[in-house]
């Protein structure tokens, strides 16, 4: 059992991901053969491809902040020490822990009225709620990182290890 934890720990996003990404490239390859060949598109493959990319974008986020890999300055970071530089990521966190909290309150709200009012999408005519939930689901695995993050940041900075600072794009 404590092997499949740490599989999906280490990989759960990375699948969601390729599942948004096959369902997206599939779909959108099928309406432009449908579109080209037969002069024919329909409107659910145009949401099918919309809400993949929603949800791709939503966990991709998610798996960012797990690799600390998304978008920051960190020009100061290669000017400061190992214990300013877990500060400052320790500050960072906590902001985006913050930030993730409010969006997740907000992102439900809208979920919640959609299903109370019962909306359905255009093309697919189902509820809406089950695409509206990408945003708190990515919120809330955004959470669930950070406080990983933070948790491990701690223990290297109680253990005086250097900081986890992920992969570089460039160096």
């Known amino acids: 059992m404590q092997r499949i934890f740490e599989a999906l720990n280490k990989n759960a996003e990375r699948w969601a991901l390729l599942m948004f990404y096959v369902m997206l490239v599939a779909t959108m390859f099928i309406e432009v053969l449908r579109r080209e060949v037969l002069s024919y598109s329909s409107i659910w ?11 791709l974008a939503w966990i991709g986020a998610a798996a ?5 890999g998304h978008i920051r300055i960190d020009v100061i970071m290669q000017y400061v020490g190992p214990k300013p530089k877990a500060l400052l990521y320790l500050f960072g966190d906590f902001v985006m822990v913050a930030v993730s909290l409010v969006a997740l309150y907000y992102s439900y709200e809208t979920v919640h009225i959609a299903a109370k009012f ?3 999408t255009d093309g697919l005519r189902i509820s809406r709620v089950w695409f509206l939930m990408a945003v708190p689901i ?5 959470l669930f990182r950070l406080i990983q993050s933070i948790i491990r940041d701690i223990a290297d900075l109680r253990a005086g290890r250097p900081v986890y600072e992920g992969d570089k794009l460039f160096d």
Not at 45 to 55: A, C
Not at 64 to 68: G, L, M
Not at 138 to 142: V, Y
Request: net charge neutral.
């Open 118 to 120: 019962g909306s359905v």
């Open 64 to 68: 960012a902040v797990r690799e600390r």
């Open 138 to 142: 990515g919120f809330a695995l955004i």
């Open 45 to 55: 493959g145009e949401e099918i491809v919309r809400y993949s990319f929603i949800y």
